[in-house]
């Protein structure tokens, strides 16, 4: 099946005639479950994730309630970095004064401070309050390395982090059932393919809007979170290659290759090593993730990474002017998004002669997993099937596709990928 740019979104057609929707807030359970246990331990809470993923709002709904268990509003502090209000803070010392000087006693405070990276040695900052107040500490941020470095030092053992991720198929379709928008999960796998999970994505009607927002939210994180001022990159080289590596996420990756494509179709000669240096900016703004191998045979985990994965599939379809849902791979990208989502460490395995798709692992336990897009014919069955052919380990093995009919045989499980991301069915480890 193949989308073109024309077409309204599925999700759109439900809206009648609104040009936007009104649009009410989802409140992210999965993430709150995950973080109300640390509301008051002594950790400073760091929350990440790519720009627009919801942090902010996910910060809000912390506060409203952490206000709903009794504590005065007078005794949380929230200071948005972004903000043209705080513009006047810079420095560590900036900030230092702005939190100080609304600490008026010595019971407990709550501290949020959103896209702290802006701030120089912001480090000291949260350091010191540790040491001089008794105050409970959230942070948001865009850059997986604004805690590398000498200064991160000071907060050695004195941090959790979690990482959020764009809306989730479950999440947006529940996000559009809250604001009356009627979604059929087995239709809207196709709009959320093509165009993923960023919340404000969900406010357009017509995908040439939706597009639009997206190019400029990648835009945007291109100039504020990738390339500085003082950054030697070319601007255009970084956002073509990028969109390239998007694109092409999930397939075996090679900084060689890309190269050579990019130099010959732009008459621009760029090396492997730029290539490695835009993959490892892409990382650090939480746009790509690297899915390692798993020697299956061997049953290590390996080093290397030959595979990325898109942290949305709205920003791997910028760069692709049809989609061809039959080579899996965006629905493999949905796939591991969900995965990690769901608290798994996900690798790809390698056999002996052959791959399979994912290898997925928590608390020392493991499944693996092949992802088709149709099983329509016996060829495809016995293909991704017999990819766990070789395979002696017991561990549960599954095949997720779009398929209504249950295929499963062999001791192999067959499941719908809806089923999976709308969590009607769970994976089974060993």
Same mark, same amino acid.
């Given at each position: 099946?193949?989308?073109?740019?024309?077409?309204?979104?599925?999700?759109?057609?439900?809206?009648?005639?609104?040009?936007?929707?009104?649009?009410?807030?989802?409140?992210?359970?999965?993430?709150?479950?995950?973080?109300?246990?640390?509301?008051?331990?002594?950790?400073?809470?760091?929350?990440?994730?790519?720009?627009?993923?919801?942090?902010?709002?996910?910060?809000?709904?912390?506060?409203?309630?952490?206000?709903?268990?009794?504590?005065?509003?007078?005794?949380?502090?929230?200071?948005?970095?972004?903000?043209?209000?705080?513009?006047?803070?810079?420095?560590?010392?900036?900030?230092?004064?702005?939190?100080?000087?609304?600490?008026?006693?010595?019971?407990?405070?709550?501290?949020?401070?959103?896209?702290?990276?802006?701030?120089?040695?912001?480090?000291?900052?949260?350091?010191?309050?540790?040491?001089?107040?008794?105050?409970?500490?959230?942070?948001?941020?865009?850059?997986?390395?604004?805690?590398?470095?000498?200064?991160?030092?000071?907060?050695?053992?004195?941090?959790?982090?979690?990482?959020?991720?764009?809306?989730?198929?479950?999440?947006?379709?529940?996000?559009?059932?809250?604001?009356?928008?009627?979604?059929?999960?087995?239709?809207?796998?196709?709009?959320?393919?093509?165009?993923?999970?960023?919340?404000?994505?969900?406010?357009?009607?017509?995908?040439?809007?939706?597009?639009?927002?997206?190019?400029?939210?990648?835009?945007?994180?291109?100039?504020?979170?990738?390339?500085?001022?003082?950054?030697?990159?070319?601007?255009? /080289?970084?956002?073509?290659?990028?969109?390239?590596?998007?694109? #092409?996420?999930?397939?075996? &990756?090679?900084? +060689? @290759? !890309?190269?050579?494509?990019?130099?010959?179709?732009?008459?621009?000669?760029?090396?492997?090593?730029?290539?490695?240096?835009?993959?490892?900016?892409?990382?650090?703004?939480?746009?790509?993730?690297?899915?390692?191998?798993?020697?299956?045979?061997?049953?290590?985990?390996?080093?290397?990474?030959?595979?990325?994965?898109?942290?949305? /599939?709205?920003?791997?379809?910028?760069?692709?002017?049809?989609? #061809?849902?039959?080579?899996? &791979?965006?629905? +493999? @990208? !949905?796939?591991?998004?969900?995965?990690?989502?769901?608290?798994?460490?996900?690798?790809?395995?390698?056999?002996?002669?052959?791959?399979?798709?994912?290898?997925?692992?928590?608390?020392?336990?493991?499944?693996?997993?092949?992802?088709?897009?149709?099983?329509?014919?016996?060829?495809?069955?016995?293909?991704?099937?017999?990819?766990?052919?070789?395979?002696?380990?017991?561990?549960?093995?599954?095949?997720?596709?779009?398929?209504?009919?249950?295929?499963?045989?062999?001791?192999?499980?067959?499941?719908?990928?809806?089923?999976?991301?709308?969590?009607?069915?769970?994976?089974?480890?060993?």
């Amino acid at each position: 099946m193949i989308f073109y740019e024309n077409k309204i979104c599925y999700f759109c057609v439900k809206i009648s005639k609104k040009e936007i929707v009104e649009n009410m807030q989802l409140v992210r359970e999965d993430y709150l479950k995950l973080l109300r246990p640390y509301y008051d331990v002594d950790l400073i809470k760091i929350i990440t994730g790519v720009r627009r993923s919801g942090k902010s709002v996910l910060m809000d709904t912390i506060k409203d309630e952490i206000l709903l268990r009794g504590i005065k509003g007078s005794h949380i502090i929230s200071i948005n970095l972004e903000d043209l209000d705080y513009s006047f803070i810079t420095d560590a010392a900036d900030l230092n004064r702005e939190i100080e000087s609304r600490i008026a006693d010595r019971e407990k405070y709550y501290i949020f401070l959103d896209e702290i990276q802006h701030v120089k040695n912001f480090e000291k900052v949260l350091a010191s309050l540790k040491a001089k107040f008794d105050c409970s500490i959230f942070v948001t941020g865009s850059d997986s390395t604004m805690l590398s470095g000498e200064l991160a030092t000071l907060l050695t053992g004195r941090t959790v982090e979690f990482e959020i991720f764009p809306f989730s198929f479950k999440e947006s379709v529940d996000f559009l059932a809250m604001n009356n928008i009627e979604c059929n999960p087995d239709e809207f796998i196709m709009d959320y393919i093509k165009w993923g999970g960023f919340p404000l994505r969900f406010s357009f009607r017509d995908e040439s809007s939706v597009k639009r927002f997206l190019d400029n939210l990648y835009s945007n994180i291109v100039n504020r979170d990738i390339i500085k001022k003082s950054s030697k990159i070319d601007r255009a /080289t970084f956002k073509d290659i990028s969109l390239y590596i998007m694109s #092409n996420a999930g397939k075996e &990756f090679s900084a +060689e @290759n !890309i190269a050579q494509y990019y130099s010959a179709k732009h008459k621009k000669k760029v090396s492997a090593r730029t290539i490695y240096n835009y993959l490892e900016k892409l990382h650090r703004a939480y746009i790509l993730h690297s899915c390692k191998k798993y020697n299956i045979s061997g049953k290590t985990a390996l080093d290397s990474s030959d595979k990325f994965y898109a942290t949305d /599939t709205g920003l791997r379809t910028l760069n692709t002017n049809t989609i #061809n849902y039959e080579d899996t &791979f965006f629905l +493999e @990208n !949905i796939v591991y998004n969900e995965l990690v989502i769901q608290g798994f460490t996900v690798f790809t395995g390698k056999t002996y002669k052959g791959e399979i798709d994912f290898v997925a692992v928590r608390e020392n336990k493991k499944c693996f997993i092949q992802v088709a897009y149709i099983l329509a014919d016996g060829e495809t069955i016995k293909r991704e099937f017999g990819a766990f052919g070789r395979i002696t380990d017991a561990s549960p093995k599954y095949v997720l596709s779009l398929d209504r009919i249950d295929l499963s045989h062999d001791g192999i499980e067959h499941l719908n990928i809806v089923d999976f991301l709308m969590h009607r069915v769970s994976l089974h480890l060993s």
